[in-house]
């Protein structure tokens, strides 16, 4: 094995290390993000809410999108930016936050059926596939999806539907 080729190897586990580092890193901070919304409490704390009469339901929806909303502003931002792969990086981060929410349920609001992590996940595939510029990602996306959420695979991405 030549030298240059030791070295690409090396780079590319390295690389491979820290993309998967910041992805972690992404989804932990959706998680956290959602599993701290509290409805409960930001109902009693704001009077402006209880003038306007605003459902508990209501509220928590408005909230969770919220806090996809500006997980998705990078996202978006990134693809104004022509940065595909921060772009899919980040989408995959949201997408792991949005899987280990639903999985681990530890707000209790949320254990109640209040939102459907599913329908956002979706939702989220699909912003991220209508700024993508490099066909090389949706594969990438579907490889990633298919290992990480096998169950959720079957209706989020299938690059037949998006290729050609």
């Given at each position: 094995?030549?030298?240059?080729?030791?070295?690409?190897?090396?780079?590319?586990?390295?690389?491979?290390?820290?993309?998967?580092?910041?992805?972690?890193?992404i989804?932990?901070?959706?998680?956290?993000?959602?599993?701290?919304?509290?409805?409960?409490?930001?109902?009693?704390?704001?009077?402006?809410?209880h003038?306007k009469?605003?459902?508990?339901e209501?509220l928590?929806?408005?909230?969770?999108?919220?806090?996809?909303?500006?997980?998705?502003?990078?996202?978006?931002?990134?693809?104004?930016?022509?940065?595909?792969?921060?772009?899919?990086?980040?989408?995959?981060?949201?997408?792991?936050?949005?899987y280990?929410?639903?999985?681990?349920?530890?707000?209790?609001?949320?254990?109640?059926?209040l939102?459907?992590?599913?329908?956002k996940?979706?939702?989220?595939?699909?912003?991220?596939?209508?700024?993508?510029?490099?066909?090389?990602?949706?594969?990438?996306?579907?490889k990633?999806?298919?290992?990480?959420?096998?169950?959720?695979?079957?209706?989020?991405?299938i690059?037949?539907?998006?290729?050609?």
């Open positions: 094995m030549n030298k240059e080729s030791m070295t690409k190897n090396i780079f590319s586990s390295y690389e491979k290390s820290v993309i998967s580092q910041v992805l972690n890193e989804a932990e901070s959706v998680f956290d993000d959602l599993d701290s919304l509290d409805v409960e409490n930001d109902w009693e704390d704001d009077e402006e809410i003038q009469d605003v459902d508990p209501e928590a929806s408005r909230m969770y999108n919220d806090v996809m909303e500006s997980y998705l502003d990078v996202l978006r931002e990134y693809q104004n930016n022509s940065k595909d792969d921060s772009a899919t990086i980040q989408c995959m981060g949201i997408l792991k936050g949005i280990k929410f639903e999985d681990e349920r530890m707000n209790d609001l949320f254990e109640l059926g939102y459907d992590n599913h329908k996940f979706k939702q989220v595939i699909e912003e991220w596939r209508k700024g993508n510029t490099d066909p090389r990602n949706l594969i990438e996306m579907d990633f999806v298919m290992k990480n959420f096998p169950e959720w695979h079957k209706d989020s991405l690059i037949e539907k998006y290729s050609g």
